[in-house]
T-cell receptor, first 113, second 117 residues
């Protein structure tokens, strides 16, 4: 069975500060990992994904994530937060040939001026 | 491409009424997913289809919920009778399995906000 755990239901940062959202996964097979973002009153939008190529994955809006097998982690980072980054972020896992995504519980990012 | 289309965007109904939510997936996608999102329970997968066939409906809460996909470009999620605890945002998403860098990625619609009074 596969699962993801997102540590922290809320993360608060100041504008310009580093953003770090944590995701740990559990998978019995090599995983595919995703980060999605949900802005208020919108659907989920893909930020980035890892599918067994480069372990450092760059996504949209300056976000990136690093796959660390030894730590079973796929944390999302951005060097400098912007007010427009305030949203809810979901980590998800699946594996090759399988379409069902298992989502984490989400982390709400709050950005203060 | 217009993306995943859902209708209506908002639905307000009274307890006991039938509610039908609609979804048009992205053309060429062969998987379709229905999710429900609430503050209490987060994002839940209700059911998903492959090539119009239901594959996993283990997330459907009870017999009041049903979903159909009569063709590759249309799906419905029906609640009959509706109850106040069904109030949530319902998302449809689509994806395709093979062939490109977009494989496995689910594309979400804007959601239908359902309020049952």
């Amino acid at each position: 069975a596969q699962s993801v755990t997102q540590l922290g239901s809320h993360v608060s940062v100041s504008e310009g500060a580093l953003v770090l959202l944590r995701c740990n996964y559990s998978s019995s097979v090599p995983p595919y990992l995703f980060w999605y973002v949900q802005y208020p009153n919108q659907g989920l939008q893909l930020l980035l994904k890892y599918t067994s190529a480069a372990t450092l994955v760059k996504g949209i809006n300056g976000f990136e994530a690093e796959f660390k097998k030894s730590e079973t982690s796929f944390h999302l980072t951005k060097p400098s937060a912007h007010m427009s980054d305030a949203a809810e972020y979901f980590c998800a896992v699946t594996y090759t040939g399988f379409q069902k995504l298992v989502f984490g519980t989400g982390t709400r990012l709050l950005v203060s001026p | 491409d217009a993306g995943v289309i859902q209708s209506p965007r908002h639905e307000v109904t009274e307890m006991g009424q039938e509610v039908t939510l609609r979804c048009k997936p992205i053309s060429g996608h062969d998987y379709l997913f229905w999710y429900r999102q609430t503050m209490m329970r987060g994002l839940e997968l209700l059911i998903y289809f492959n090539n119009n066939v239901p594959i996993d409906d283990s997330g459907m809460p009870e017999d009041r919920f049903s979903a159909k996909m009569p063709n590759a470009s249309f799906s419905t999620l029906k609640i009959q009778p509706s109850e106040p605890r069904d109030s949530a945002v319902y998302f449809c998403a689509s994806s395709f399995l093979k062939g490109t860098a977009y494989a496995n990625e689910q594309f979400f619609g804007p959601g239908t906000r359902l309020t049952v009074l």
